[in-house]
């Protein structure tokens, strides 16, 4: 599955600066909404792919992404919201 195939929508988003000795980049937090059936598979399925995902941005490599919540509710209408977290690094020039 891509990760492009899902239909949720961005409830938050959180970005800061991280570094280490050797590497600089910024930590991501967000909180992802899918409402109703269809989407709720489709975040079941972000959910499964999200760790082993070949990310591609130009610039930055995604050194680390992980779930680090999910909350599922069936009433009054299904829907899921998924915390997540991303570490991207600058690529070295």
Request: proline fraction near 4%; glycine fraction near 8%; charge should be negative.
């Amino acid at each position: 599955m891509s990760l492009g195939d899902w239909r949720g929508q961005i409830l938050t988003h959180g970005e800061r600066p991280w570094a280490s000795i050797t590497f600089s980049g910024t930590s991501h937090s967000l909180a992802l909404l899918f409402a109703g059936d269809e989407a709720v598979a489709a975040g079941e399925r972000f959910v499964e792919a999200l760790g082993e995902h070949e990310f591609s941005i130009p610039g930055q490599l995604v050194a680390d992404a992980a779930i680090v919540e999910v909350e599922h509710r069936l009433v009054p209408t299904p829907r899921l919201v998924v915390q997540c977290r991303m570490l991207l690094l600058r690529e070295a020039d």
